[in-house]
């Protein structure tokens, strides 16, 4: 099964693809694929070019330049944390395609609440404002995934997360 680029972003047509073949496919060839998705989709993330097109993003927008340094600011943090949020929706995905929600539910939960006492934490202890509350998204995301990464390599099944196995496809 090939999963080619196009408008469906990796962690879905990975979702689609996973739920549609494991059942018919062998187990080992079942564990290789969350780690080619895995690589396919992150790798090209660490690269942040979306951290260049983040000014020219917000005058599209007709931000007021009043608040143009203020919104820079958190979408430039925001933005550092994207590769996070790319994990995320690719092992969340993994659960869905597999028919369990909870998962990924119990960790935005989680996240969701940390999110509102870094907030807190960030703006009223420390005195970050806006940095305060970019960092305090970027780290519960950071959280939400590693909450995920935990669960899939501890799964005993085919969709099980195995790093020892990791390696580029050509």
Known sequence: VSMSRSSTPPSVAFSSTVSRVVPAMSVTMARSKPTSAFKSELLPAF?????????????????????????????????????????????????????????????????GILNV???????IVCKLDVAGVALASAISQCVSAALILH????????????????????
Do not use: W
Not at 62 to 82: F, H, K, Q, S, T
Not at 117 to 123: A, P, T
Not at 151 to 170: M, N, S
């Open 47 to 111: 690269g942040a070019p979306t951290m260049a097109v983040a000014a020219p993003l917000l005058s599209m927008l007709n931000v007021p330049d009043d608040v143009l340094p203020y919104a820079l600011l958190y979408l430039r943090i925001y933005l550092l944390g994207m590769p996070v949020i790319l994990l995320y929706n690719f092992e969340a995905a993994i659960f869905r395609s597999i028919g369990d929600t909870k998962m990924p539910l119990a960790a935005l939960t989680v996240s």
């Open 151 to 170: 669960a899939l390599t501890k799964v005993q099944d085919c969709y099980a997360l195995h790093f020892k196995e990791a390696k580029l496809d050509p």
């Open 117 to 123: 006492i870094l907030n807190l934490f960030f703006v």
